[in-house]
């Protein structure tokens, strides 16, 4: 079995192993030196690889060829074309070339661009991202060569996650290197992101999602009241996987493999229906897309079992959403992972550097990293005891805590260890015990050699986040690379500059419970930003601060920065009014008919025993409690009919964003508290919608 899953993995992959198979020599070593950005693929080259790679997707059965890009939807976008090439004789042959191969022009206007193209300016080009593996995908009958791809404007603007992705790895690459040589490295050439994002995700049967609206349109539940039981008995976490979803993951997994996505981890998360799948790390923008493909095969494969697959970060009120714990570190090109402490840390200058780094780059933009994660079904989970809160902070552990106490002081000298665990029971082995525990309630934690960012959403990009985090690293390693370039005393300058770190930054490192109310005052004494909204977030995105910032990088220009919150607060407002359009719909066309039958049965119940000389005060004060309350949700309707009809009246994206989070949420929230409550009282056969404690529990 082993050895058929070997066999297995990748094999839909364009990878090293195939390219040493179908390229000559000369052509591969060619293709190395780009990929190592050593030099451009010259058109030559280029035609050779392309026709290599028609080649081996014809021999799969694939008939199309598409250049597959992220665009700011948060999706992705493929547009296909067949390798057949006519002639004029009416035969045709298989044709693909290298000009096909690094560039496609799809249609530009049809995308989100935030005010850099007008509608009638249509032209647009995909880039061939020839660092991202080339794959064949499977969909049905239909095979396609997949071409991972970034998407720019006519006029060279990015309309996509992927360009300042890769932007901000070569900004991070440059900025560390010059780090990395001033302390005396010279051998390595080149510093890359590496990322491993978990991913969480709710399954549900088909037959509920079919008569789920909100659902459907939305992504998540609009009503629904709590059920007896949901997760308090804390019994799903790490759970026996039931054999209906077991038997789903297998096929993920094999479907996921072949593409060369490597899924390592599953299990139940903490929620019922809810799971985890996390995969082994790899360079920042493969993993982007493997995490793309990741969240379109899970949705692909779960419809195959009959299940639906949740993305939403809030598919459910009242159990735990989804997020994406985004696993971050950087490694140079000959091995070294530069956030790995080693046996001693203290002494471990470059670690201490790149360490202090990062610390002082999530305290300097604690709002930009907010504003990354920043979207409508985020709001709902941040901070709400389930996930990090929206206060940005940094969990260290003892070990490293107590190295950066030492550091404000002075030289570190020494550095705490685990030791071991005895568990008391002679056929038990000692435990190695690491030096810090983990804390699962803080957005920014150190797990060992990595950070995990755990504020982004199950539904997002991880691009986003990704080019966020690479590029506030970079600056704040261009600071360090600037004093240390000039010093004549490097070690001293260095230690200089980790003492100023920690006694500027000591505010943003917290070990604590991230959940609790004396955190959220004790954030606030020490200055921390707490935005709460996804309003106030985007708008701290395109502050004059974060404009230099990333142009200085050279990963967004003045005016990308601000087509990406104009995105940002367009997706924001057009996700809330579909929500509140939706809900109407449900609650006049489904919740209201039900209800009026429910209370006409009840009313023919009371004059039917009131007629038998019976008091019924029982059901007459049922009837009033149900009258009642089908009047305070007719009310309700009307408010949230109103707020909506004044939020999309607004002029300008700001305040239309403003107006939806400030006017239409609270109108939404207090309808389906109405319509929950009538759940609870309406009789089940009549009630339209499949409840809570269905979906959840039943598979």
Known sequence: MSACITGEFGRNVFNEVTMRECLPKNVFKSLKKTLDGEQPLDPVTADVIANAMKD?????????????????????AEKHDAFISPRADGRTIMEFSGKELIRGEPDASSFPSGGLRA?????????????????????????????????????????????????????????????????????????????????????????????????????????GAKPPRGQELEDHYFGSLHERVATFMNELNNELWKLGVTAKTQHNEVAPGQYELAPVFSTINVAADHNQLTMDTLQKVARRHGFVCLLHEKPFAGVNGSGKHNNWSMCTDTGLNLLDPGETPHDNMVFLVVLCAVIQAVDKYAKLLRASVANAGNEHRLGANEAPPAIVSVFLGEQLTDIFEQLAKGPA????????????????????????????????AFTGNKFEFRMVGSSQSISGPCFVLNTIVADTLCDVADVLEKADDVKAAAQKILQDIAVKHARIVYNGDNYTEEWVAEAAKRGLPNLRSTYESIHAFPTPEHVTLFSKHGVLSKEEVHARAEILFEGYSKQINIEALTMLNIAKRQILPACCEFSGKLGQTV??????????????????????????????????????????GVHGTEKH??????????????????VDELETIVEAKLWPLPSYAEMLFVR
């Open 607 to 648: 004059a039917a025993v009131s007629g038998v000389g019976v008091a019924a005060e029982p059901q007459k004060k049922l009837l009033k409690k149900v009258c009642d309350l089908i009047a305070t949700m007719e009310s309700r309707m009307e408010a949230l009919e109103k707020a909506t009809a004044k939020a999309t």
């Open 56 to 76: 081996w997707a014809i021999a799969k059965g694939a008939t199309h060829f598409c250049h597959w890009f992220q665009p700011m939807t948060g999706l992705t």
């Open 413 to 444: 000298k020494n550095s705490k260890k685990g030791g071991q665990l005895k568990l008391g029971s002679s056929t038990l082995p000692p435990l190695a015990k690491d030096s810090t525990d983990r804390n699962r309630t803080s957005p920014f």
């Open 657 to 674: 964003a403003q107006s939806f989070r400030e006017d239409v949420l609270p109108a939404m929230a207090a309808l389906r508290q109405t």
């Open 119 to 223: 509608t009638f300016e249509a032209r647009g080009y995909t880039a061939w991202d020839c660092t991202s593996p080339v794959f064949v995908k499977e969909d049905g009958k239909n095979i396609t060569l997949y071409i991972p791809c970034a998407f720019c404007s006519y006029t060279g603007e990015a309309l996509d996650k992927k360009t300042p992705l890769l932007r901000s790895m070569d900004a991070l690459s440059k900025q560390a290197m010059r780090v990395l040589r001033v302390l005396g490295n010279m051998t390595a050439t080149r510093v890359t992101a590496t990322m491993g994002p978990e991913q969480e995700y709710f399954l549900i049967d088909q037959a509920f999602y079919a008569k789920r609206l909100d659902l459907l349109l939305t992504g998540r539940t609009l009503f």
